[in-house]
C-alpha cells in the first residue's frame, strides 16, 4: 500500500475540525457541580498509578480525620498530569457520588476506605487561585462564597472584618438607643462624597439589619461600613469600604472556618487549592509577595490559634518547585528569605505523586480510541509495520522510556515526542496542557495525516512559539530570543534556499512539492530550538544527524536505506555557515545543535571588512586545501613561487613532488619543467585578475619540454558567489578570533562583556561550520564531489580538468573520498606510468628494514648452499616483504633462499653492453631495463649490495678496495671479482684466525668472508701489534738484568707474535693479509702465541705496574736473608723464560714483588737484651729542617710490617728531598713462654 492509499488517520480515530478553548481543561469548580459531575467521570481515565494516588490520598485526609489535626499534602505532577480532574473526583468520592464511586478502577480504593468515610460530612471547598488577590482573601473568601451556594441559610463565617464592625454597631446601639444612634449616623450623609452618590435613603434599624445581612461585596453592606466609620469607629480606617471587605488574619480566619463547619454539622473541611503554585509563580517578579504569601501556607498545617473543633485537609496543586519558577535573579536576601520560607512550609507539606506515565494511557482513551474495532486492527498492524524500522530509528522514537507498549498507546506520537511535549509544556501557562498540544497537532495535519506516519517532534514548536508564555524571566528571555532566531535568521534561511516566502507558504501560493520540502527542513530547525529550550529531554540530548531524522521520521526521505543522517548532516552543515548559532562538532559521529543567543553578529563582521580581501582569501584557501591534504605549511620557497616538497607514499616507498597552489598562468616553464622530481599544480579556484578557467588550462597545454621531469596540472573550476562570499566571511571570522580576543573586543564595543562572550561563541560556531563548508566547495571545485551546495560559478568540464607535463601520461579524474585520496590516487597513476616495473613493497621501505635484510641476505650469500634458517619472525616478515618483490630471494615459512635474477639480468646486460669494468654507475641503469623501476636509491645500494655478496665481488674505485654501504654508493665505484687464496691457505688461515685470534671466519671460501676475515684480522691486529711493542720495551731490560737469554721461549714466542703482527699490518689487500696469516712462521706454536695474544692487555698492564727496584733490590739480597732472596730470583727467571701458556706472568710477578718486600722489611737477630726504652724525648732536627711526621707503632706480623713500611716508601715518594730515619725493636716469646 502506497503513502497516498492510506487511509487518512482522521477516519480511524476521532479528531474534530477545530480545538475548543476548553479543551482538556478543567475548572474544579465547575467540574464539582452537579451538572458538571457526570461530564467529569464520564472524561477521566483511571490508571493503575492513579488509583494508587486516590489510595494515598483518602489516606491522607483518614489520618488528618482520625487524628483531628490540620494537614497539608501537594498534588504534584506536570501540566497535563489532570491535578484539577483528580481533584474534582477526589471531591466526588468525598461527597459519596455514585458515578465516582463506581468507576470499576476505582471498587478497590472505595471498598477499602468506606469504613472510616462511612457517616463522615466533609465541607469540600474548590478553588482557582489564577487571579486572586492574596492568599488571606482567596482562601477565606472562596470559602465564605462556596458556604453561600451549598448552604444558603447558613449565617456568614466570621472572618469578615465587618461582621466585628457590626457586633460593635449593635453595642453602641443599645447603650445611645436608636434614636440618637441613627440620627448621628446619618449626619452628613448626603454632605459627603463616599462614592455611591445621592442614594436618598436614611439608616434605621430595618435598613442596618438587612444591609449586615448581605454578603461582603453587598453595595449596601459595604456603603454601611462606611459610615459607621466615618461616624463612630475612625480606627476602622484601614479597613477597604468600597469593593470588597478586609478579613482577620489568615490563622484566626482558619479557625473560625472550622468552627463554621463544626455548627454545620461537617467533620472536616477540605480545601482544594487548584493552581495556587502557578499563581505564585505568576507573582514570581515579586519575591517579596510570594515571600509574605507563601509564609501563610504553613496556617494550613499549624495554627497559632488552636480552636480548631475539626481538621481543615488541603490539597495543593503542584505542577514545578517554587524555586525553579523564581530563578536566582534577586537580589541574594530576598532569595535566602523566600528559600527559608519555602523550606519551612514544604517541610510540613505531604506529597502525592501523579506521573507522567499516566499520560500515554489517557491519550490512549481519551484522545486516540480507534472508532471500531477494523479502524483498531488497521492501527495495529500499521504500527506493526512502523516497529519493523531500523533499531536505531526505534531507539530515539522509543526514547528514554523505551517501551514498545507505550508507544502504541500514542500511536501516532513517539513516546519521544511526549517526553518533548511533556518537558515543553511544563514551562509554559496552564492552559497548554500536554493532551490539549497533542490534540492541537493532530488537528492542524487533520486534512494530510495518513496511517503509518507520524507527528514530527519538529511540529511542536510551532504550537509552542504560539502559545502561552514561559512562568521564570531567565526561561521567558531565553524563549524570546528562540523564536527571533526562528524569525530573523532561521526562517529567512529557508526562504532563500528554497526561493519562496513564508507569506507565500501560508497563502498557499507556492507549488506542494516545494512547501513539503520547505517545512520538513523547517522540522528539523524547530527541533534544534526544542532541544535548547528543554535540553532536559533525554530524546533532545546530545542529537546527531540521524537521531534528529529518526525524531522527524519519514520528513527525510533517502534513496538508500539508512542514508537519512547522512543527508541530515549535509543540510546542517550548510545552515551553520549561514547561521552561526548552528552547531556541528567535529566527531566522528557530529552532534548538531543550536546556541540560542540574542547578540547579531552582522554589525560585527561588518566591522572586520578591512581584513577581507583577495590575498587573505588565497590564504585561507590554501591553508584549508593543505590541512585537507596532511601538509604543514612550511614548504620550500623557489623564487617568487611557494611550492611544498610533499611526501608521496607510493608502493611502500616515498616520493617526492613539487606541489604548487597558484593561478597556473602565473607559473613559470622553469617550475613547470620541474627540477629532477614530479610537479603537481593546483589551480587556484578562483582568479583575482578575472581570468577564466580557460585561460590557465591553455598555459598548461601549451607548455612543451621534453626534459621535464613530468606531472600534472589540475585546474578547479571558479567557486560561486556565494561560495566566495562564505570565504570572505571565513576570512573576517578567523581574523576576529585571532590573537588575544583584542580585535573581537573592538569591534564588538558597541556590545557589553556578557553579550561579546555569546557573540564569540556564535562566531566559533560558524568559523567551524564554515571551514567545513568551504573544504566541501574546494573539493566540488577540484571534481572529487558533486555540487549539491551551490559552490560553482564557473565550471570546467571533467575532460579538461588535468593536463599531463610529460607527453606520454594521459590522467584521468581520480576518484576519492576526499581531496587527499583523491590526489594520492593520480600521484599513484603517475608513478605506475612512469616506473611500471616497481615492485609491490607490502611494507613501508625505512633504512632500518633495509639494513636488516641486507644482513640476513649477506649471511646467506655466505652459506654453500646460499640459503639460510631465519629464526626471528620480524626479519621473516621483513624479508618476504622485501627481498621477494625485489627478486632477491624467495621466502618459504623459515628459509631464505637467495635468487640469481639479478645475477643472471647483470650478466645478460654486462654482455650485451661490450663487458667492461662493472661499475655501480652501469648496475643503477640495468636495474631500470627492461621497464623502469624507478627504485630509491637505497633500494638500489640493497641489489648492488646483495649482488656483490652473491657474485663475490669486492668494491674498488681508482685501484684501491673501498667500503660501501646502504647510505651511499658512488657511481664509479668497480665491483671487481675478488682474488681468493686456494683451499689449503684458506683453511690455514682459518685456523689460525680462531687460534689466534679468537675468531670465527665463514666456512665458505668467497670474496665476502675474506674481506670480513681481513678486516677483523686488521681491527685486532693493530690494537696487539701496540700492546706487543710497549711490552717487548719494558720486559726486555729487566729480563737481561736477570739473567733471561733472548732466546727464551717467552721471547722467542713474542718476537714470533711481533712479526707476524707486522706481516698483517704490512698487507696491502685482504687477499695479502690472510695469507700472510697462514703462512707465517712461528718459532714456538700456536698454542704459545695464541695465549700470548689472548693475555697480552693483562701482561702489560703486569709488567708496567711492577716495582722492579724492590724486587731486584729483594732478590739479590746477600746477608742472612740470602737463601730466601735466591729462591725468589729463581721463580722469576723460571717465569720471565717460560712460554705464557706454561707459566702465567701476572700472578707470579706479583707474588716476587710481594715477598721481595717482605724480605727487604727484615733485620738480623739480636741475641742480646732488647735496649730500655728511653724516656727521653727524640733530639730536635738539624738546622734547616722541620718534622713533618713523627709517631710509635706496634707492629704485630709480618703483613703488617710490610704495610706500614709500603706506607713510609709511599710517602718518600710524594715528598722528594724527604728523609726518614728509621729506629725498630723486634721482640718474640722466649723457649717454653706462654703465649
Not at 430595618?206 to 459595604?222: D, I, K, M, V
Not at 728523609?1219 to 723457649?1231: F, G, M, Q
Request: charged share 25%; net charge negative; hydrophobic share 45%.
Amino acid at each position: 500500500m502506497s503513502d497516498a492509499t492510506r487511509p487518512l488517520l482522521r477516519d480511524l480515530i476521532t479528531i474534530p475540525e477545530r480545538v475548543q478553548t476548553n479543551d482538556f481543561v478543567l475548572k474544579l469548580s465547575d467540574g464539582v457541580t452537579e451538572a458538571g459531575a457526570a461530564e467529569t467521570i464520564k472524561s477521566y481515565v483511571v490508571t493503575t498509578e492513579l488509583a494508587k494516588a486516590f489510595d494515598k490520598a483518602l489516606g491522607f485526609i483518614q489520618g488528618a480525620v482520625e487524628g483531628a489535626k490540620s494537614a497539608a499534602c501537594y498534588l504534584h505532577g506536570s501540566f497535563g498530569a489532570g491535578k484539577s480532574h483528580f481533584m474534582a473526583v477526589l471531591n466526588l468520592l468525598l461527597a459519596g457520588n455514585a458515578k465516582a464511586r463506581g468507576v470499576p478502577e476505582l471498587a478497590g480504593v472505595v471498598t477499602k476506605h468506606d469504613r472510616w468515610l462511612g457517616g463522615k460530612r466533609f465541607l469540600m471547598v474548590p478553588y482557582h487561585m489564577i487571579g486572586a488577590k492574596d492568599v488571606t482573601s482567596a482562601i477565606l473568601g472562596g470559602y465564605a462564597a462556596h458556604v453561600r451556594k451549598v448552604e444558603p441559610t447558613a449565617p456568614t463565617p466570621g472572618f469578615y472584618l465587618g461582621e466585628k464592625l457590626f457586633e460593635d454597631a449593635r453595642g453602641l446601639r443599645a447603650k445611645m438607643g436608636d434614636d440618637a444612634f441613627f440620627q448621628h449616623l446619618n449626619e452628613g450623609a448626603t454632605a459627603s462624597d463616599d462614592g455611591w452618590g445621592d442614594f436618598g435613603n436614611q439608616w434605621d434599624a430595618s435598613s442596618f439589619e438587612a444591609a449586615a445581612l448581605e454578603p461582603p461585596e453587598g453595595e449596601e453592606r459595604q456603603r454601611l461600613v462606611g459610615r459607621l466609620i466615618e461616624a463612630y469607629f475612625s480606627n476602622y480606617a484601614g479597613v477597604a469600604a468600597t469593593r470588597g471587605e478586609a478579613f482577620v488574619d489568615l490563622d484566626a480566619g482558619l479557625a473560625i472556618m472550622s468552627q463554621h463547619a463544626k455548627r454545620l454539622g461537617y467533620d472536616a473541611v477540605v480545601l482544594f487549592l487548584d493552581e495556587l503554585i502557578l499563581w505564585l509563580a505568576t507573582m514570581a517578579k515579586n519575591v517579596k509577595f510570594v515571600n509574605e504569601e507563601g509564609s501563610k501556607l504553613s496556617k494550613l498545617v499549624e495554627a497559632q490559634d488552636a480552636n480548631r473543633p475539626i481538621p481543615i485537609v488541603s490539597f495543593v496543586a503542584r505542577q514545578r518547585d517554587l524555586r525553579e519558577l523564581i530563578g536566582d535573579n534577586h537580589a541574594g536576601a530576598e532569595l535566602v528569605g523566600f528559600y527559608d520560607t519555602l523550606k519551612y512550609w514544604e517541610a510540613r507539606f505531604d506529597k502525592v505523586l501523579l506521573e507522567d506515565r499516566n499520560l500515554p494511557v489517557i491519550a490512549e482513551k481519551r484522545l486516540l480510541a480507534p472508532k471500531s474495532e477494523t479502524a483498531k486492527q488497521e492501527i495495529d498492524a500499521e504500527f506493526e509495520r512502523v516497529m519493523r524500522a531500523r533499531q536505531t530509528v526505534l531507539d530515539t522514537l522509543l526514547g528514554s522510556d523505551g517501551e514498545r507498549a507505550l508507544f502504541r498507546m500514542t500511536y501516532p506520537f513517539s513516546p519521544a515526542l511526549v517526553q518533548a511535549l511533556i518537558a515543553a509544556s511544563s514551562v509554559l501557562q496552564r492552559e497548554r496542557t500536554a493532551l490539549k498540544l497533542m490534540l492541537t497537532l493532530l488537528v492542524k495535519r487533520r486534512e494530510e495525516l495518513r496511517l503509518g506516519a507520524l507527528i514530527p517532534v519538529g511540529d511542536l514548536w510551532d504550537e509552542i512559539a504560539t502559545g502561552d508564555q514561559p512562568f521564570s524571566d531567565g526561561m521567558l528571555i531565553e524563549f524570546d530570543n528562540a523564536k527571533k532566531l526562528w524569525n530573523l535568521k532561521l526562517l529567512p534561511l529557508l526562504e532563500q534556499e528554497h526561493a519562496v516566502s513564508w507569506q507565500d507558504l501560508q497563502d498557499g501560493r507556492t507549488d506542494a512539492q516545494v512547501a513539503r520540502r520547505f517545512a520538513n527542513d523547517a522540522r528539523l530547525l524547530k527541533t534544534l530550538l526544542l532541544a535548547a529550550l528543554v535540553p532536559e529531554v533525554p530524546a533532545l540530548r546530545a542529537l546527531t544527524a540521524p537521531r534528529l531524522a529518526a525524531l522527524n521520521h519519514g520528513t527525510v526521505v533517502s534513496p538508500v536505506p539508512g542514508g537519512e543522517g547522512g543527508i541530515v548532516l549535509q543540510k546542517v552543515r550548510k545552515w551553520a555557515t549561514r547561521v552561526g548559532e548552528i552547531r556541528v562538532t567535529d566527531d566522528q559521529t557530529p552532534i548538531v545543535s543550536l546556541q540560542i543567543s540574542g547578540v547579531d553578529v552582522e554589525p560585527i563582521l561588518a566591522n572586520a571588512a578591512q581584513a577581507d580581501n583577495d590575498g587573505q582569501r588565497r590564504s585561507k584557501l590554501q591553508r584549508i586545501l593543505f590541512d585537507a591534504l596532511g601538509i604543514r605549511e612550511d614548504g620550500t620557497i623557489i623564487g617568487a613561487q611557494p611550492f611544498v616538497n610533499y611526501e608521496h607514499a607510493w608502493r611502500g616507498t616515498k616520493r617526492e613532488v613539487d606541489l604548487y597552489f597558484e593561478a597556473v598562468a602565473e607559473v613559470s616553464p622553469d617550475r613547470l619543467k620541474g627540477r629532477g622530481v614530479p610537479v603537481l599544480v593546483l589551480g587556484l579556484p578562483f582568479d583575482p585578475k578575472g581570468r577564466p578557467p580557460s585561460t590557465h588550462l591553455a598555459h598548461a597545454k601549451n607548455f612543451n619540454d621534453d626534459g621535464a621531469s613530468g606531472g600534472v596540472v589540475w585546474q578547479p573550476a571558479y567557486l560561486s558567489d556565494r561560495a566566495m562570499k562564505d570565504l570572505g566571511t571565513l576570512v573576517r571570522i578567523d581574523f576576529l578570533l585571532a590573537g588575544t580576543g583584542e580585535r573581537l573586543n573592538e569591534a564588538a564595543r558597541m556590545l557589553s562583556a556578557s553579550d561579546r562572550e555569546q557573540a564569540r561563541a556564535v562566531l566559533r560556531s560558524q568559523q567551524s561550520a564554515l571551514h567545513q563548508r568551504i573544504r566541501a566547495c574546494i573539493e566540488t571545485a577540484y571534481g572529487i564531489r558533486n555540487d549539491n551546495d551551490g559552490c560553482i560559478g564557473t565550471p570546467v568540464p571533467p575532460e579538461d580538468r588535468l593536463v599531463s607535463l610529460q607527453g606520454t601520461f594521459v590522467p584521468q579524474m581520480p576518484v576519492g573520498a576526499d581531496m587527499k585520496a583523491a590526489m594520492t590516487q593520480l600521484l599513484d597513476r603517475w608513478f605506475e606510468h612512469r616506473y611500471p616495473a616497481h615492485p609491490l613493497f607490502d611494507t613501508e621501505v625505512r633504512d632500518a628494514v633495509l639494513r636488516r635484510v641486507l644482513d640476513r641476505v649477506q649471511e646467506a650469500a655466505q652459506e654453500p648452499d646460499q640459503r639460510k634458517f631465519i629464526e626471528d619472525t620480524s626479519d621473516r616478515k621483513h624479508l618476504g616483504a622485501i627481498a621477494v618483490p625485489l627478486k632477491l630471494a624467495v621466502m618459504s615459512q623459515t628459509q631464505l633462499q637467495l635468487t640469481n635474477d639479478w645475477a643472471n639480468h647483470f650478466a645478460t646486460m654486462h654482455a650485451r653492453t661490450g663487458g667492461g669494468p662493472l661499475t655501480v654507475a652501469k648496475l643503477r641503469a640495468w636495474i631500470d631495463e627492461p621497464k623502469p623501476m624507478g627504485l630509491p636509491a637505497r633500494v638500489q645500494n640493497l641489489v648492488i649490495l646483495a649482488f656483490a655478496a652473491q657474485a663475490d665481488r669486492a668494491p674498488v674505485r681508482n685501484g684501491a678496495p673501498v667500503t660501501i654501504s646502504l647510505d651511499r654508493i658512488d657511481d664509479s665505484v668497480e665491483l671487481r671479482e675478488e682474488a681468493l687464496p686456494d683451499e689449503t691457505t684458506w683453511t690455514k688461515a682459518r685456523e689460525r684466525a680462531a687460534a689466534l685470534f679468537g675468531l670465527k671466519p665463514g666456512e665458505v671460501r668467497k670474496g665476502a668472508t675474506l674481506s670480513t676475515l681481513a678486516a677483523d684480522l686488521q681491527e685486532k691486529g693493530a690494537a696487539k701489534r701496540t700492546l706487543l711493542a710497549e711490552l717487548l720495551k719494558d720486559l726486555r731490560p729487566w729480563a737481561e738484568r736477570f739473567g733471561v737469554a733472548a732466546t727464551a721461549p717467552r721471547f722467542t714466542t713474542m718476537r714470533s707474535a711481533q712479526s707476524l703482527l707486522g706481516d698483517l699490518a704490512g698487507a696491502a689487500t685482504p687477499l695479502a693479509r690472510v695469507e700472510a696469516l697462514a703462512d707465517a712462521e712461528l718459532e714456538t706454536s700456536e698454542a704459545a702465541v695464541g695465549r700470548l695474544l689472548a693475555a697480552l692487555s693483562e701482561v702489560r698492564e703486569a709488567v708496567a705496574s711492577a716495582d722492579w727496584n724492590i724486587i731486584e733490590a729483594g732478590t739479590g739480597l746477600g746477608d742472612h736473608r740470602k737463601g730466601a732472596a735466591e729462591g725468589l730470583r729463581e721463580k722469576l727467571v723460571e717465569m720471565l723464560d717460560a712460554d705464557e701458556h706454561a707459566v702465567q706472568l701476572r700472578p707470579v710477578l706479583r707474588d716476587v714483588q710481594t715477598r721481595a718486600s717482605r724480605l727487604l722489611a727484615e733485620t738480623k737477630p739480636s741475641d742480646g737484651p732488647p735496649p730500655r726504652d728511653d724516656p727521653s724525648p727524640p733530639p730536635p732536627p738539624p738546622p734547616g729542617e722541620e718534622v713533618v711526621d713523627e709517631r710509635q707503632q706496634v707492629v704485630l706480623d709480618a703483613s703488617a710490617a710490610t704495610a706500614a713500611i709500603d706506607e713510609l716508601r709511599g710517602r718518600l715518594v710524594a715528598s722528594p728531598g724527604a728523609r726518614l730515619t728509621i729506629s725498630w725493636r723486634l721482640t718474640r716469646l722466649k723457649s717454653g713462654g706462654a703465649a
